[in-house]
């Protein structure tokens, strides 16, 4: 059984800063490229970041500059540093997981966690 599972959402206050973390299961995490998604209220769910199982980065431009991602392979875990987080950053925030080459098609998502930026 593949599980995500988020951890880390909360409130902060404009200007602060949060570290998301996703723990997965039941995959082959190291074939899996991973990354971060966002829905906003009354928005579509967008990219966040994305990390490849070869460790390749992306990101957002909304997001360059103030997001790192990293993953750590022996625990199964990818991190999504989040700072100078703004008003606009409010969302529910995703992890998903992708299959990459014999797993390609395969596609996973976490239930979610809210992060709410409010004075």
């Known amino acids: 059984q593949v599980q995500l599972v988020e951890s880390g959402g909360g409130l902060v206050q404009p200007g602060g800063s949060l570290r998301l973390s996703c723990a997965a299961s039941?995959?082959?995490?190291?074939?899996?490229?991973m990354g971060w998604y966002r829905q906003a209220p009354g928005k579509q769910r967008e990219l966040v970041a994305t990390?490849?199982?070869?460790?390749?980065?992306n990101f957002a431009d909304s997001v360059k500059g103030r997001f790192t991602i990293s993953r750590d392979n022996a625990k199964n875990m990818v991190y999504l540093q989040m700072n100078s987080l703004e008003p606009e950053d409010t969302a529910v925030y995703y992890c998903?997981?992708?299959?990459?080459?014999?797993?390609?098609?395969?596609?996973?998502w976490g239930k979610g966690i809210l992060v709410t930026v409010s004075s």
């Open positions: 990390i490849t199982s070869a460790y390749q980065k």
């Open positions: 039941g995959i082959f995490f190291n074939r899996y490229d």
């Open positions: 998903n997981a992708r299959g990459a080459g014999m797993f390609n098609g395969m596609d996973y």
